[in-house]
């Protein structure tokens, strides 16, 4: 037997400028930079406490945030901005990019084995990668890094072009030069870097020798005494006497190349971030994090040509979730929940979802606080959550024929605007929904999925293109169409079903259509109680 659960998703994919909800990337995105609990499976729970690390613990004188940052860094140094080639695009995953000189150490592959695993269908490792950064910077003392999404996964190795500490002042300056940096850039740059982690004695034995300390088994000559923390360097990593830094002070001086790069333009650059960063930046703006952030942004933000990233991703106010129909006879059980952030406290807060029909008429319904009720995350911001429905957690019960439009919030008799400040609607797709007489065959492990298409969705405000059935695995989609849409048969006044069997363990399908020429998911079937009904039951 194969129990089932039927999520029901209604998410649409929509253009990434102006982002107003819904969008599956940007949704998801902001979610994974806002939503911080630093719990499992949540991406700071790997960098909470910030000298966490992959493997071995806090005793090997590693970090997950120091090599998360160098990732990006090395990923992104490939930039060529004469041709638009390279640039931050997960390139570093190919092993064939690991196995350069230019990338010595286990770094990367370490940081893929985390982060990658925030990716899936619509956010790409590459702005996983990105978000490691932004994370580990500000979760780790830094300033916060603006975000924008939509990067996308390089599908070969770039051209080789990180630079390595052996190098000539003239060749790191030519270097940077083609990343787009200039000079003085590159000495923030490589200083704002340089504030974490260090050089291990394995990959580089001509810069650091083996050092015997059972708090530093990987024997990493860190670059400050606050390795794991984001700071500006107060022991001073411009001057001999008052440094670390085994790229200023190394005995080698060869592969001093922090030394060369920081006294470049006669320690201007340096002076001015050090002496500017005698003021905490946790209390004041400082120059060093300001300096840091937007130049950390600029990296993450260095793509290939033709890759077109969204605006900041800042949280939404309102953020509906969890979408779901299930068609019911002539009943279009409707559920979800929403969440607002911020909210100024009102223990008699009255919270009403409103929607229109595609009759034209007006519906109202209360509101009732959700499970995860209010929760304060943690850079601070506060989430009310409630749900759609009433006490039996069944949804609101619509009238099929009526269905939804849109929807809107209201708070006190105040409607709720989108993050534009202009919007109050919120777009609903009620076109191709799920229907409750979906069953599972028990004599041959089948799940007959049905479908329920709108009839009016062919002529009037969409038109169903395809539907299909499609296996989701992280990146990569297989969809296979099940049927056209013009053979269906009338069901009720609204709806017309259709029906397709999965034989064997249905993990990982969706049920998608193709709306107005946009591709959506209608639902996701999963391996979980509660069971999908027997269908024996209905043959009876
Ligand atoms: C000329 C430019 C640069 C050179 C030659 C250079 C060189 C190095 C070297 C040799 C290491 C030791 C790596 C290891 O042992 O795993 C290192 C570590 C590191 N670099 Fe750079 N780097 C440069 C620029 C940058 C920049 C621009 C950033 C980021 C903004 C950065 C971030 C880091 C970080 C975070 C580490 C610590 C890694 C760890 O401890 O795991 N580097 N760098
Ligand atoms: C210094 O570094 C260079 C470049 O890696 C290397 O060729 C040389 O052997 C090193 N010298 C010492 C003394 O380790
Ligand atoms: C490493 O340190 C331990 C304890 O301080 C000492 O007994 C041992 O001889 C050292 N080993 C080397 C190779 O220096
Ligand atoms: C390792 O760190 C612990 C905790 O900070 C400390 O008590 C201990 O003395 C350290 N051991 C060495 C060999 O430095
Ligand atoms: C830059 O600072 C370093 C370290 O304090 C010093 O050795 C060097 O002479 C300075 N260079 C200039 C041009 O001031
Ligand atoms: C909610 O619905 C009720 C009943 O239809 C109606 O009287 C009321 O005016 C509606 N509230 C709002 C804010 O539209
Ligand atoms: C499974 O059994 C049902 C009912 O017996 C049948 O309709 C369906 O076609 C079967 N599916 C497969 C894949 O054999």
Redesign the pocket.
Known sequence: MFPLTLFLTSTCFATVHGYLWPSPMLDELESLLYEITAQPPDMASFISPCDSFISGGIQTGRSNPADWIRTAYHDMATHNIADGTGGLDASIRFAEEQARPENAGNGFSNTLGVVAGFSSRYVSIADTIALGTVMAVEFCGGPRIPFRGGRIDATEPNLPGVPEPDQTLDSHIASFARQGFTQQEMITLVACGHTFGGVQHEPFPNIVHEINDSNNTQSVAHFDTTNIHFDNNRYGNISPARTQNPLVVGFNDTTNSDKRIFSSDGNVTMRSLHYAAKFSFANSPDLFASSCSSLLARMLDTVPRGVVLSDVITPLPVKPGNIQFSLDGDVLQFTGNVRFFNLPSNTNRIALLLWDDHLGATHNSTLLPSLAGTFTYQLGDVATTYRFGGDDFRGIALDAAAGIVNMQFMLDGKLQTQQDEKTVDFAVQDSVVLSSTSCF?G??A?A?IDVAVRLSAKTAAASVKSLYIEIEDRSSVTKSDFFAVDSSAKVNEAYTMWSV?I?GSPFNRNVGAEIDGVEVVVAKVMRTLPALPS?DSDES
């Open positions: 065959y004599n041959n089948t007959r069997n034989p269908c």
